[in-house]
Nanobody, 123 residues
């Protein structure tokens, strides 16, 4: 089975950076679009960033454009989210997600999910 495991969350001061990693520790499949979603307390889950199988297509939420960068290493079954210029509003649980085929910008479009990692940005 597919097993997505995230790492890299924690406490970060506003203006700082953090890098999240997600590994598929289970069964792999291709082509697989990968994404990072986030959910803040009291808010709906939203897409932060998504990347196509070959990395050629990337999609970002407007709120993170220019600050976040998604990348992947298929040889290592890894996907990353580099987060710069973090803001208090970026505080959320960040979850890695995967689906077969093209990227989607909605959570129900993804079949596989990790448990999530907390990112807390303080001022």
């Amino acid at each position: 089975q597919v097993q997505l495991v995230e790492s890299g969350g924690g406490l970060v001061q506003a203006g700082g950076s953090a890098k999240l990693s997600c590994v598929n520790a289970g069964r792999t499949f291709s082509p697989a679009a990968m994404a990072w979603f986030r959910q803040a307390p009291g808010k709906e889950r939203e897409l932060a960033a998504a990347v196509s199988w070959n990395g050629g297509i990337k999609k970002y939420a407007d709120s993170v454009k220019g600050r976040f960068s998604i990348s992947r290493d298929n040889a290592k079954n890894m996907v990353y989210l580099q987060m710069n210029s973090l803001e208090v509003g970026d505080t959320a649980v960040y979850c890695c997600a995967a689906r077969r085929g093209n990227i989607r910008d909605y959570a129900s479009g993804y079949d596989y999910w990790g448990q999530g990692t907390q990112v807390t940005v303080f001022s």
